[in-house]
């Protein structure tokens, strides 16, 4: 009996977390019109009844359930200014940066989804070994156990199945036109506010903005199409005249304030990107459901009608479309593989119409060809200034090597070789016993130098390539570092040196910061692109903006237009990829180049 009284009881608690599911559905539909603050709240409630159901369910069977989610993000640290920093922003209050920080946990939790799905299936289920525990007793418990375990444990990652990808990318696509709605609903407050509020315009805009670049964001990493932004860069703070006024046009000021004020609306006003994106998110939301109702309604007249013939029993389901009534089982064998056919033919094309969807989006929020020759040039002067920047620091480093290392060595050798012509004539030991001291620290000056060379430019970088070079730096690494390389040649000289430091710097802050044990690097070449892949298994939390090695591989990618991608969630792994456009190298290859496909 006490089996049974146990198994209805964790029942009974399954089915309270259909009230969980509903809230969370209620905070996801509030995140897809904007109200992002209560989606995390909700799924973090349901899972206070989560863990109470492995920890009862660890007490009454003896199988232990470890904890599935990914470590906690740290807590924000309050900087010596009192300040809070996330990236490039400062916050007088930490609140801000916990919330961001717990949300991106839990979306990028695979846990997060896995806990969804038994939330929904779990009461249906423990009703059933509730109602099998009065025949079976304990081993219904065991077996409500071995369930939990499965969808509550922790997984080993692993790849998704045909039918688990074009689900996923069914609700990618769903997912784009949520987003679509939400830019709707403020593309509505910045017509409002146009009418009668300008001054806020600006600010609506921006958040308008932030909608639109999740989109793109979303629709690059779930299905591959790149959208760009199209936006003019910002104006920058007004600047005192010489009388200390500011000028806006032909008004001055004594204030920044109003000037500030006046550029910014006119920034937003006069840029063709704010009005594509108010027709964008317009036309998105009513001609993308052409792309996915298709789809989406063929697999839940097929999903619905196997839940009609094999759970419910038989109606007219079928019979809305012409085909008979299944009135009896042959007649539901006979229809399940019409209902089947009806959910693969719906999944079937989903990668390619989202795609589509996504090329869609990008026509509509891709920058026109006016505003990327705009992007260009101001980018050219950034590049400039970033490289400058870089080359500075550089002869900078240099010199401060030449100054604290190889002249203070030749300098004491020269006193040395002064000491050593004073002792040779009276002292001839002591003489030998000097020039031995000056014949090792010449060595020592020359290997020194020779590191510093390797610092400017590796001579395995300039004989043997990249590949080479990459392997000879994992060698070097105290990471276990896997490298696996796609190159078909050689590349331009200054894009491998780019590549080879930018990678030599990612393994060393994995090392360093990530404290990590194992990495990879991949090496790929396609289409006038190099991309290199560094993952680790680090505890995650890198930050572009905090990071000074980080920064400057921002700066050395920026004179080649290159570009360093970041996803690094606290507790990790962390993913660094770095593309350099390049082309191969026209000149003869050299003997000593290396194979252009293997792994070590």
């Known amino acids: 009996m006490t089996s049974v009284r146990r198994a209805w009881a964790l029942a009974g608690?399954?089915?309270?977390?259909?009230?969980?599911?509903?809230?969370?559905?209620?905070?996801?539909?509030?995140?897809?019109?904007?109200?992002?603050?209560?989606?995390?709240?909700?799924?973090?409630?349901?899972?206070?009844?989560?863990?109470?159901t492995r920890e009862l369910v660890g007490q009454w069977t003896g199988r232990d359930i470890p904890s599935p989610y990914r470590p906690e993000p740290p807590e924000p640290e309050r900087e010596r200014d009192g300040w809070y920093r996330d990236g490039t922003q400062l916050y007088r209050r930490a609140w801000w940066i916990r919330w961001n920080r717990r949300f991106?946990?839990?979306?990028?939790?695979?846990?997060?989804?896995?806990?969804?799905?038994?939330?929904?299936?779990?009461?249906?289920?423990?009703?059933?070994?509730?109602?099998?525990?009065?025949?079976?007793?304990?081993?219904?418990?065991?077996?409500?156990?071995?369930?939990?375990?499965?969808?509550?444990?922790?997984?080993?990652?692993?790849?998704?199945s045909w039918l688990g990808r074009r689900f996923e990318t069914l609700g990618h696509q769903l997912g784009l036109w949520a987003i679509s709605v939400a830019q709707l609903g403020l593309t509505v407050a910045q017509i409002i506010v146009l009418t009668g509020a300008v001054p806020v315009f600006p600010t609506v805009t921006r958040a308008s903005r932030a909608v639109a670049d999740t989109f793109r964001r979303e629709a690059e990493r779930w299905t591959g199409v790149r959208i760009a932004q199209p936006y003019v860069p910002p104006p920058a703070l007004p600047v005192p005249r010489g009388d200390g006024l500011y000028?806006?046009?032909?008004?001055?000021?004594?204030?920044?304030?109003?000037?500030?004020?006046?550029?910014?609306?006119?920034?937003?006003?006069?840029?063709?990107?704010?009005?594509?994106?108010?027709?964008?998110?317009?036309?998105?939301?009513?001609?993308?459901?052409?792309?996915?109702?298709?789809?989406a309604a063929l697999v839940f007249w097929g999903i619905y009608g196997l839940v009609a013939l094999w759970i419910t029993g038989a109606h007219s389901w079928f019979e809305m479309v012409g085909l008979p009534a299944a009135?009896?089982?042959?007649?539901?064998?006979?229809?399940?593989?019409?209902?089947?056919?009806?959910v693969f033919?719906?999944?079937?094309?989903?990668?390619?119409?989202?795609?589509?969807?996504?090329?869609?989006?990008?026509?509509?929020?891709?920058?026109?060809?006016?505003?990327?020759?705009?992007?260009?040039?101001?980018r050219l002067d950034q590049t400039r200034v970033e490289v400058n920047v870089a080359q500075a620091a550089?002869?900078?480093?240099?010199?401060?090597?030449?100054?604290?290392?190889i002249q203070s060595r030749l300098v004491a050798m020269g006193m040395k070789l002064g000491a050593l012509e004073a002792l040779i004539d009276h002292d001839p030991d002591k003489a030998k016993q000097l020039a031995a001291e000056l014949r090792e620290a010449s060595s020592e000056a020359l290997t020194e130098l020779r590191s510093l060379v390797r610092g400017i430019h590796p001579p395995v970088l300039s004989e043997r390539g990249l590949v080479d070079a990459v392997r000879a730096a994992a060698l070097d690494s105290p990471l276990k570092v896997e490298v696996t390389v796609s190159v078909p040649g050689r590349l331009e000289q200054p894009a491998e040196a780019c590549a080879y430091f930018a990678v030599c710097e990612l393994l060393g802050n994995a090392a360093k910061h990530g404290e990590a044990r194992r990495a990879t690097v991949v090496l790929e070449y396609l289409d006038g692109l190099l991309r290199a892949t560094v993952t680790d298994d680090g505890k995650g939390g890198a930050d572009a903006a905090r990071g000074t090695g980080l920064r400057g591989i921002e700066r050395r990618l920026s004179g080649f237009a290159g570009r360093l991608a970041l996803t690094s969630p606290?507790?990790?792994p962390t993913e660094a990829i770095v593309e350099v456009p390049c082309q191969l190298d026209p000149g003869p290859s050299s003997p000593k180049t290396s194979t252009s496909s293997e792994t070590v």
């Open 345 to 378: 033919v719906g999944l079937l094309p989903t990668p390619w119409l989202a795609r589509w969807q996504a090329k869609l989006g990008r026509w509509l929020l891709g920058p026109t060809e006016a505003s990327r020759l705009a992007q260009r040039v101001h």
């Open 327 to 342: 009135t009896s089982t042959g007649g539901a064998f006979a229809m399940t593989p019409v209902a089947l056919a009806a």
């Open 104 to 160: 991106t946990w839990i979306m990028e939790d695979p846990a997060t989804g896995r806990e969804f799905g038994w939330q929904l299936l779990n009461p249906l289920v423990a009703l059933g070994f509730a109602v099998f525990s009065l025949v079976a007793g304990p081993v219904a418990l065991r077996g409500y156990a071995r369930w939990t375990g499965y969808w509550l444990g922790p997984h080993a990652p692993r790849g998704k």
């Open 247 to 295: 000028q806006f046009g032909k008004q001055l000021y004594e204030e920044p304030w109003w000037p500030m004020l006046r550029a910014r609306i006119h920034w937003v006003l006069y840029d063709r990107a704010t009005w594509r994106d108010m027709a964008a998110a317009v036309l998105l939301p009513v001609l993308t459901p052409v792309l996915w109702v298709p789809s």
């Open 394 to 405: 550089e002869l900078r480093r240099i010199e401060r090597d030449l100054h604290d290392g």
């Open 13 to 52: 608690l399954a089915v309270v977390s259909w009230v969980d599911v509903l809230l969370e559905l209620i905070a996801f539909a509030l995140l897809c019109v904007g109200l992002v603050l209560f989606f995390s709240p909700a799924v973090e409630i349901a899972r206070v009844r989560s863990r109470r």
């Open 570 to 572: 606290p507790g990790g």
